[in-house]
């Protein structure tokens, strides 16, 4: 299944704009606020997947993985050294991504 051409890109969690049980992403170039270390992920053409966040001394680290589309709206993340995340796909454009909250889940878990 083909995503969205929006989708395959770096997100960066804004949390700032999170309401209720769902999540908002923006590209990496977004005028974030400053914040002590943001989540995020990069969907790669092809399904690779580089999950991004603050590291134990808040240097981002990254993690490899693959994703994939399992239908129109739903994304599952493969994180290596992590449980698979399946999101569903609230919106998306060029530079907003909405998600609603893996049931269980917290936004640290989302792509970090």
């Known amino acids: 299944m083909e995503p969205p051409p929006e989708l395959t890109q770096p997100w960066v969690h804004s949390h700032e704009e999170d309401v209720g049980d769902e999540i908002v992403f923006r590209p990496k170039t977004f005028p974030f ?3 002590r270390g943001r989540h995020g992920f990069e969907l790669l053409p092809g399904g690779m997947l ?3 966040g603050p590291g ?10 693959w994703w994939e589309m399992k239908s129109p709206n739903r994304l599952m993340l493969h994180e290596s050294n992590q ?4 999101l569903e796909i609230v ?7 909405v998600v609603r ?9 989302v792509g970090g």
């Open 56 to 65: 134990e001394t808040d240097i981002p680290r990254s993690q490899p993985g």
């Open 91 to 97: 919106s998306v454009s060029a530079d907003k991504l």
């Open 101 to 109: 909250k893996p049931v269980g889940g917290t936004t640290e878990t």
């Open 33 to 35: 606020p400053p914040s």
């Open 83 to 86: 449980s698979d995340r399946e």
């Open 50 to 52: 580089i999950a991004e």
